[in-house]
C-alpha cells in the first residue's frame, strides 16, 4: 500500500489554465504539507496543514489554494497557471510530534 | 530563524570509498535534524534522524550522522559507498517538537563512480 499518494503525476498545461493535483495519505498522520522543488532540487515548503487547519502559509502566490477536506487528503489547485510554476510538487505527511516526514513520488508539472 | 547549509552541491566518489556531505545548521533554540535521501524520479525518502538522546544515529543501509551542538553540524558519512548510492541527499532542520515547518537545505548530489 502506498503511504503517500498524489495524482497525476504528469502535467502539461497551457499558461492561463487552471489544474489540481491531489494528496492522499494512509498513515493517520494529522499533518501535510506541499512542496515545491525547482529545476535545481531546491526544496520549498509551501502549506502545511493540522487536523485541517492551515498553519503555515509561505509567501506563495494566492493562485495557489490548498484544501483540506479531512485529515487524509490535501489537494492544491492553482488558477492561471504561469511558466514559472514548472516544477515537481510534493506532497508530505507527519505526526506532529515526531517530526519526520513522508513523501509522496511528486507531480511534475510543465507549463508551456 | 532556523537555516541549513549544505557545503557541498556535488560530491563525486568512486565506489568502496568513503564518504562525508557536509551539512550545518543555525538556530537559537533545540532542534530536531533529518537527513533524507531521493533517488532519481522519485520522492524524499527519510534517511536517519536526530531527536534526542546519542549523537551518533545510524541508518539500515550503512549511513551515519553525528550531531554535533558546539559545531552546530549534522555531517552524514558511510565508510564505503555502492554505486546504488547515488542520489541527492537533503539535510532538514525543524525546531521544537519537530512539527510545522522543516527547513530543508540546498541537497548535495552523491555520484557514485565504478
Known amino acids: 500500500d502506498t503511504a503517500v499518494s498524489q495524482t497525476p503525476k504528469y502535467l502539461v498545461t497551457q499558461m492561463g489554465n487552471d489544474k489540481s493535483i491531489k494528496c492522499e495519505q494512509n498513515l493517520g498522520h494529522d499533518t501535510m504539507y506541499w512542496y515545491k522543488q525547482d529545476s535545481k532540487k531546491f526544496l520549498k515548503i509551501m502549506f502545511s496543514y493540522n487536523n485541517k487547519e492551515l498553519i503555515i502559509n509561505e509567501t506563495v502566490p494566492n493562485r495557489f489554494s490548498p484544501k483540506s477536506p479531512d485529515k487524509a487528503h490535501l489537494n492544491l489547485h492553482i488558477n492561471s497557471l504561469e511558466l514559472g510554476d514548472s516544477a515537481v510538487y510534493f506532497c508530505?505527511?507527519?505526526?506532529?510530534?515526531?517530526?519526520?516526514?513522508?513523501f509522496g513520488p511528486g507531480t511534475r508539472l510543465t507549463v508551456t | 530563524a532556523q537555516s541549513v547549509t549544505q557545503l557541498d552541491s556535488q560530491v563525486p566518489v568512486f565506489e568502496e570509498a568513503p564518504v562525508e556531505l557536509r551539512c550545518n545548521y543555525s538556530?537559537?533554540?533545540?532542534?530536531?535534524l533529518f537527513w533524507y535521501v531521493q533517488y532519481p524520479n522519485q520522492g524524499l525518502q527519510l534517511l536517519l534522524k536526530?531527536?534526542?538522546?546519542?549523537?551518533l544515529v545510524e541508518s539500515i543501509n550503512g549511513f551515519e550522522a553525528e550531531f554535533n551542538k558546539s559545531q552546530t553540524s549534522f555531517h552524514l558519512r558511510k565508510p564505503s559507498v555502492h554505486i546504488s548510492d547515488t542520489a541527492e541527499y537533503f539535510c532538514a532542520v525543524s525546531e521544537g517538537t519537530g512539527g510545522f515547518k522543516t527547513i530543508f537545505g540546498a541537497g548535495t548530489r552523491l555520484f557514485v563512480k565504478a
Open positions: 536526530y531527536l534526542s538522546g546519542s549523537t
Open positions: 508530505a505527511s507527519s505526526q506532529l510530534d515526531r517530526g519526520e516526514q513522508y
Open positions: 538556530s537559537s533554540v533545540s532542534v530536531y
